[in-house]
């Protein structure tokens, strides 16, 4: 065997990848950037192992690894792809390289390999006892943002980390300051998560791409880099700045709904008509007068306006409110959880006598006719569902924002009052009812891009509603033991308690009622996108959701043959959005804002805890522990596994019959009032909305923990 067999790793740089594997390379390109790097050798004979490594390198114990050609390169990281062994003896090397090197034959590195021969050099280093070890990404996995640095990390050994066996503490790092994200180990300060961030980041700047960094801490404190190689997979790099002043939100109204980015047809015509019908009637209604824009569009994600509470607003609405405060003051009564209970006793009868008649009869008499309407005529009953449909929102956020409201003021009392004797939540007192309304359950999303689904199932009884109503008849019995000494403040429970629970179905109803529009201004849009296919516009029938409502309505009204319009281009766009992670927010929040949001949520009972992966609401009560299974589009609804814990970005009617399988629920988006969290309740099993990643956070097959009462989803 010839000395060039092995060479030191000081001495290796990129080019000699095709010699000596990627890894390799890559620890000797780190040398020369003056990281810290363990002394070490690469092995590149295939017949032996080399001379006499202890000379070289002195006692051990080393570790042992791979470099195999096809590891770590720029376009694909296989970490792990062969076996490491570690602490081993001096003497025990050769025995370990032959180890590592019959690992290349093993039948899961042939699944990698593709049934191609593989060339493998065996990295020796001296070994780091560490106190500290982890990895380190200089870009955000779960949103792409290059200005954050994630530092994940446990006590002792990485392994445990990289082989996926412990979650870890995980901090951000960004602009110098750390902030703990999770903390289960405590195996690093801030200060010290800092150091390592700057080091992976000097090590990301000289290499000219963001980088996964594996490092080690010494009980010593010295700080030493284990490998570091090209992140992959990473997603672009985004502005999430809104194009408008203000702030805007995924989180509330119209945005509870919408998971996806949205179609341009649906942005400009649906939403928008739907959006300006609701507004007028809040103005007519209580007087109030919300600033525009009412959505923003931001990199394909819809963002709802929260400007209406901004100060200026307030204020510019305040003379119109102050009116309708004299003639109708309970109407205004709905604006406060402390008041709700005065509005919804007015508002319900409205809605009931007037508004829901008229609905259902405006989709009815459209359901009858679209199909033989002239297409000319088209635009117009799609007009008059969409403005309906606004109408009826309108009053899913008068009556559902009453159950919202209801709920927070019941759980503030609870917390006051109950807590301290009783422990728990108010949650198991807004459960268990009949929801029978089954219309529109078909939709598995506001955006009429996705079809309905054929022969839906409705919801029907959960297995379990007779334990949650038996739980909820024997929560309240508690309830009213411990108030019975004090009259005043139990006829104020019992108040609360009768707002909150009459409303938790109507809100349901509604939402359930809502869709029922859906499939006849579909198949309005979808007769257009027929006729514009006869005429040259577009190539398909279904490209026409990918027009804007102007583009559709000129080539209608077009007197000759209308342009093509090529919408290729608006497709892949959307398709590459939709793997983008949106934050809850863009544009800038006021802190008054900020400190209501806040304050909803921890009324609710949220209670952060440091070892959550994901926090949100809570809201429906319970632990489940499960393996992750994330869930995006209907398409995907069979996948679900009995038990599995159904993580989605938000759910809707089409949605519930998988709440029969999944053992808990988590959203990116949603409050106490949304779909999942009373479809949740009803079925007896935890959820937490509103996280507003879990989808990105949470992978399929992780074990996780399910905190539906605090709010936490932790590692199992």
Not at 328 to 334: D, F, Q, V, W, Y
Not at 486 to 493: D, E, Q, T
Not at 533 to 558: C, K, P, S
Request: net charge negative; charged share 25%; with cysteine.
């Amino acid at each position: 065997m010839n000395d060039d067999s092995v060479r030191s790793l000081r001495d290796l740089r990129l080019g000699d990848a095709p010699e000596v594997g990627g890894k390799a390379a890559g620890l000797g390109e780190l040398f020369a950037d003056g990281a810290n790097v363990p002394d070490g050798v690469v092995v590149t004979s295939t017949n032996g192992h080399g001379p006499d490594l202890a000379k070289m390198l002195g006692e051990g114990p080393f570790a042992v690894r791979s470099s195999g050609i096809a590891e770590d390169g720029v376009q694909r990281s296989f970490a792990g792809m062969y076996e490491t062994l570690l602490d081993v003896p001096a003497g025990e090397v050769p025995a370990a390289i032959g180890r590592v090197r019959a690992s290349a034959a093993a039948d899961r590195v042939e699944a990698y390999g593709n049934g191609e021969a593989v060339s493998l050099a065996v990295i020796v280093q001296r070994m780091v006892e560490p106190v500290a070890a982890g990895v380190a990404l200089t870009a955000d996995p779960v949103s792409g943002d290059r200005e954050t640095c994630v530092v994940t990390a446990v006590r002792g050994l990485g392994e445990r980390l990289v082989a996926g066996e412990a979650a870890g503490d995980e901090w951000e790092v960004r602009h110098g300051a750390a902030i703990a994200r999770r903390l289960v180990e405590n195996a690093l300060g801030a200060a010290e998560a800092q150091r390592v961030a700057g080091e992976a980041r000097r090590i990301a700047q000289r290499r000219g791409s963001p980088q996964d960094v594996e490092w080690a801490l010494d009980e010593a404190g010295e700080l030493w880099i284990l490998q570091a190689r090209p992140m992959t997979g990473l997603r672009p790099a985004v502005s999430w700045q809104a194009p408008a002043p203000g702030a805007y939100t995924r989180q509330l109204r119209l945005g509870e709904w919408i998971g996806q980015p949205v179609t341009p047809l649906f942005e400009s015509w649906l939403l928008t008509t739907m959006e300006d019908r609701m507004h007028a009637l809040l103005r007519e209604l209580i007087g109030q007068r919300a600033p525009r824009p009412y959505h923003v569009i931001v990199n394909g994600w819809y963002f709802y306006s929260v400007n209406f509470l901004s100060p200026k607003a307030l204020l510019r609405s305040l003379p119109g409110m102050l009116s309708h405060l004299v003639r109708e003051p309970r109407k205004l009564a709905g604006i406060l959880p402390q008041t709700v209970r005065h509005a919804y006793p007015v508002m319900e009868p409205e809605w009931r006598n007037d508004v829901q008649p008229r609905y259902r009869a405006t989709v009815r008499r459209a359901g009858e006719e679209v199909e033989t309407l002239p297409v000319a005529e088209l635009p117009k009953l799609v007009d008059e569902l969409a403005d309906a449909a606004g109408e009826y929102f309108l009053w899913i956020a008068a009556l559902g924002g009453a159950a919202y409201k209801a709920e927070i003021a019941l759980a503030q009392f609870y917390r006051r009052h109950l807590a301290p004797t009783l422990g728990g939540s108010h949650l198991p007192l807004v459960a268990g009812f009949e929801l029978s309304a089954d219309a529109g359950r078909s939709i598995s999303s506001l955006d009429w891009w996705y079809p309905p689904l054929e022969g839906a199932p409705v919801r029907g009884e959960g297995a379990d509603h007779e334990r949650v109503m038996h739980a909820r008849l024997d929560a309240q019995r508690k309830a009213e033991a411990v108030l019975h000494a004090k009259p005043r403040r139990l006829a104020a429970f019992g108040r609360l308690l009768a707002a909150a629970q009459h409303l938790v179905p109507i809100r349901e109803e509604q939402v359930a009622e809502l869709t029922i529009a859906w499939p006849a201004m579909r198949r309005a849009v979808e007769r257009i996108g027929e006729a514009l296919v006869e005429r040259g516009v577009i190539g398909e029938a279904d490209d026409v959701f990918f027009l804007t409502r102007d583009e559709v309505l000129g080539a209608i009204g077009a007197a000759e043959s209308a342009s093509r319009i090529d919408v290729s281009a608006r497709r892949e766009l959307r398709t590459q959005q939709s793997g983008l992670v949106p934050p809850p927010f863009v544009g800038r929040l006021s802190p008054m804002i900020r400190r209501m949001i806040e304050s909803y949520a921890q009324a609710l009972g949220a209670v952060r805890s440091p070892a959550a992966i994901v926090s949100g609401t809570p809201a429906s009560t319970g632990r489940a522990t499960g393996r992750v299974r994330v869930i995006r589009l209907a398409d995907e609804f069979d996948q679900l596994l009995e038990g599995e814990i159904l993580v989605a970005p938000i759910t809707a009617p089409a949605w519930t019959p998988l709440f029969r399988r999944a053992a808990a629920v988590v959203t990116d988006v949603g409050s106490p009032a949304a779909h999942a969290s009373i479809i949740a309740r009803e079925f007896g099993i935890p959820a937490v909305v509103g996280c507003g990643d879990a989808t990105a956070r949470l992978r399929t097959g992780m074990r996780v923990t399910v905190d539906g009462s605090t709010g936490n989803v932790e590692a199992a």
